[in-house]
């Protein structure tokens, strides 16, 4: 993977992280809980990566394959 200089805030990835690790729970009444998906869509739209890129989640850069 080729790095692309763009990274998040520390707080950013923490939310990325907690997202993935409750992905899959629903709270009571059937509303899902953790979303990486979402919460790293958002993270693109405010950071304008290149296209096709991802978010590593160890070092909160966004990486092209």
Same mark, same amino acid.
């Given at each position: 993977?080729?790095?692309?200089?763009?990274? +998040?805030?520390?707080? *950013?990835? =923490?939310? +990325?992280?907690?997202? /993935?690790?409750?992905?899959?729970?629903?709270?009571?009444?059937?509303? !899902?809980?953790?979303? !990486?998906?979402?919460? +790293? /869509?958002?993270?693109? =739209?405010?950071?304008?990566? !290149?296209?096709?890129?991802?978010?590593?989640?160890?070092?909160? *850069?966004?990486?092209? !394959?």
């Amino acid at each position: 993977m080729r790095g692309t200089g763009i990274f +998040v805030t520390k707080e *950013e990835l =923490e939310t +990325v992280k907690t997202a /993935q690790e409750c992905s899959g729970m629903w709270l009571s009444g059937g509303l !899902p809980i953790g979303n !990486p998906e979402y919460e +790293v /869509q958002l993270l693109t =739209e405010k950071y304008h990566p !290149p296209t096709g890129s991802g978010l590593n989640i160890k070092t909160g *850069e966004f990486c092209l !394959p």
